[in-house]
């Protein structure tokens, strides 16, 4: 088993230097490491305040600590460039490369990851996130015209948590409904989502895992019984294949996975709807 | 202006190589690029039918693409390497002097990065999703012990978004609740947000701003006029000065930095209650 501490240092969020850091780290099976997330690293104290932690993991450790680091500014780089450990400087590795095939400078200015609450895409995302409040579990069945994706499943499938993630992610508005058993006895798909088939992905779940987490939520209920989630997994998964309407089991993958297949899977783009 | 393609390529998701190439390319101010995204490829067939989607971009665009990758086996990154352009293979350039420097070789196994269904820190997002979904614009005041962040603030300043974001990213368990006009003319928290004064943190916006997006709303109405704005902001603001609240504007952020700057002004973190 290899311990280490792992630094992630931004001038910014700190997002860039967690996801890439993160992903490349997770290669390594037997590694156990503490993360360490410092952002906003932006001015000379700060940077000589990184680099006095660095120290102290180091003694603490008896090993290097490993630094993943997107930080822009020169003088602070320097500094950082004195800490003990391996480091990889993320933004410096692909900048200097991409100005000699572009042929333009790069501007060296923190912070622009993201983009601005100006931007239209951005506020595409923001308007998404009210839509899929709104639209959640069957709210709302009104307004499935202006859905980009409706999400559909059992009762705690995790419709909402990906709803939101499609949203956030990718400005997607998408609305979720919950299959029920009403549905399910009649094997047939309910009336306003048939008129909206080509929105639909279906979501379906182990039903050993289904029990678990109903069960957290009431516990030895009929609700969360193995034998109630298998008869409503099955039925489900039924009307999915009858339909033929897209799906897959959540039980595997994480919110980012399963949005990512299904982007892959539907090639679903957002639609604007003029206001009236 | 320097119009490019530029290919976000991976065996999973996707996720790492659009993020942190996003990051590299925001600093080329006259960039303007196509993102195109290719997840999930993860077999020979697929490799060449990115290579051939590459070639017919440097085509139309008369010059070589930019291109990010995480695709971790051999074999496909062979092929990915015949297509033409200027390629970044993000993992490689990070997995070999991390084997050296850790003593352990890397698993190259795909689609490790965003966590498994199973892992705790996983379930404590979706259990957070979930919290911020039930405990959003004080539809819910009674489980606020419950919640490691309480997001204050006037009615369309940004708390749902943030607390979904809080949620998801980071698993905090984030409530929110909006600061209303009975409130301000009391100049008062109201009590059950008194009771919880370390956990609040502010919001605020520019009135400008924050009566635009109400007119998308409620088009001329007192509600989005701008002079009412003008008085809940102000009001607001003065609030957070009384009790000690520390707070900041969303109008210059994305919900990535405003949620990373609340983590580091606040130094929250999620605090695991055991069921009864």
């Known amino acids: 088993m290899t311990k280490r501490t792992v630094f992630f240092?931004?001038?910014?969020?700190?997002i860039t230097a967690k996801t890439l850091g993160q992903s490349v780290l997770s290669q390594f099976d037997n590694l156990h490491y503490e993360p360490i997330v410092i952002p906003y690293v932006d001015d000379v104290k700060k940077a000589h305040a990184c680099v006095d932690r660095i120290i102290q993991a180091e003694k603490?450790?008896?090993?290097?600590?490993i630094i993943f680091d997107t930080v822009i500014d020169r003088e602070l780089n320097t500094i950082l460039a004195q800490a003990p450990g391996c480091r990889f400087d993320i933004l410096n590795t692909y900048l200097k490369p991409l100005e000699i095939e572009l042929g333009i400078s790069s501007s060296?200015?923190?912070g622009k990851a993201h983009g601005r609450?100006?931007?239209?895409?951005?506020?595409?995302?923001?308007?998404?996130?009210h839509f899929a409040m709104e639209n959640d579990d069957g709210a709302n069945i009104h307004y499935y015209d202006k859905a980009d994706l409706i999400l559909i499943g059992v009762s705690r499938c995790g419709k909402t948590p990906t709803s939101l993630y499609m949203a956030l992610q990718y400005g997607l508005f998408t609305a979720n409904y919950p299959i029920t058993e009403d549905d399910?006895?009649?094997?047939s798909?309910?009336?306003h989502l048939k008129a909206h088939r080509a929105k639909l992905f279906g979501l379906?779940?182990?039903?050993?895992?289904?029990?678990?987490?109903?069960?957290?939520?009431?516990a030895d209920s009929r609700y969360a019984s193995l034998r109630q989630c298998e008869?409503?997994?099955?039925?489900t998964e039924a009307i999915y294949r009858r339909y033929g309407i897209p799906f897959i089991n959540t039980a595997d993958f994480s919110i980012e996975e399963i949005s990512a297949k299904i982007l892959d899977i539907t090639g679903v783009i957002h639609h604007h709807h003029h206001q009236p």
Do not use: F, H, Q, W
């Open 204 to 218: 379906t779940i182990d039903a050993e895992r289904l029990s678990l987490i109903r069960n957290e939520r009431r």
């Open 231 to 235: 008869y409503e997994v099955s039925a």
């Open 184 to 187: 399910l006895d009649e094997s």
């Open 108 to 110: 060296e200015r923190v």
């Open 60 to 65: 603490a450790d008896g090993l290097p600590p």
């Open 117 to 129: 609450a100006s931007d239209p895409e951005y506020k595409d995302r923001i308007d998404a996130v």
């Open 9 to 14: 240092i931004s001038d910014s969020t700190g």
């Open 189 to 191: 798909l309910p009336k």
